[in-house]
């Protein structure tokens, strides 16, 4: 494979997320932000190995006997590309070349903040994205896309009559495998994934969204066959999720609510309720 195609750093680890097949678990935790990944620091009971670069902060360690890799991503569709293209990746590189037989598949759970889109979900709750509506259009960049749920697709197109000047979008479902082990107790939602936080989440500063009633339209469509509403909004699941399907690997998002938009309500101080969302994910997921 050509080096401007797989992009590797000199050590031979993946050139942004600088892990390799030795060093990324087969059970993921994403984060956004770098700086949350020190959280993990003090619930692993063993760190083997950690790197930094840009915004991207591996930390490889144990808890309860279980392997774990904590990764940030940055924020928007765009980082989760690279993200999820080079964790692929990782796991087919071995001595800096490419070995296409892996039999590998790793559990990935992002641990975000989010905003909702039903007033009945409060800031500090938790919500569990059984299914991603991606806004952002990314998927529809790769020659393998086939669209999953193509009912669920229309349903969603003949609700939100988009402009078609807008991405086409796209849904896909989360791994049932960590929804049983991970969202109990939590809301169960359908996340729309945005391109972009301002304009694209309905926000108005100085520049007006082209479509300014897309969150109320969000809010009010249900999936017969749950019935799911889309509770909350954000910038990242769809392309995680979209990645997992392709890849072969399970995937599933658990926000904590820090904006509540239709009563324009905001959680200033969450590093607390995160501390124990996290802490909360890890125990599921090792167990």
């Known amino acids: 494979m050509k080096a401007s195609e797989l992009v590797l750093a000199p050590d031979g680890t993946l050139y942004h997320i600088r892990l390799n097949s030795n ?8 984060v956004g932000d770098p700086s949350r990944v020190e959280m993990f620091k003090d619930i692993f009971e063993s760190i083997e190995f950690e790197s930094s670069n840009r915004e991207i902060h591996a930390l490889t360690g144990s808890y309860h006997g279980t392997r774990l890799t904590a990764l940030s991503t940055g924020m928007g569709c765009d980082n989760i590309d690279i993200v999820m293209t080079e ?27 989010s905003g909702s889109l039903q007033p009945h979900i ?11 509506l991606g806004l952002d259009g990314l998927m529809n960049y790769y020659k393998e896309w086939n669209p999953p749920l193509p009912e669920m697709e229309q349903a969603l197109l003949a609700h939100l009559l988009l402009p078609s000047s807008l991405a086409h979008p796209y ?37 007006h969204p082209s479509i300014p009633n897309l969150n109320e339209k969000l809010a009010s469509f249900s999936w017969p066959t749950q019935p799911l509403k889309i509770t909350n909004l954000e910038m990242e699941t769809s392309a995680i999720y979209g990645f997992s399907h392709l890849l072969g690997h399970h995937a599933l998002t658990v926000c904590l609510i820090i904006a509540n938009r239709p009563r324009g309500t905001f959680l200033n101080d969450y590093h607390t309720p995160m501390r124990q969302l996290v802490g909360t994910v890890v125990e599921r997921l090792a167990n």
Not at 88 to 113: C, F, M, Y
């Open 87 to 113: 964790l692929d990746a990782a796991l087919r590189v071995e001595n800096g070349k490419w070995n296409p037989h892996s039999d590998r598949h790793l559990q990935i759970v992002r641990i975000g903040t």
């Open 23 to 30: 060093t990324l678990a087969d059970k993921v935790l994403l």
């Open 171 to 207: 849904c896909v479902g989360a791994s049932p495998l960590l929804l049983n082990k991970i969202a109990l107790g939590m809301h169960l939602g359908i996340t729309a994934t945005a391109p972009g936080f301002y304009g694209p989440q309905g926000r108005t500063i100085r520049l």
């Open 122 to 132: 409060d800031c500090g709750s938790l919500v569990a994205s059984a299914f991603a």
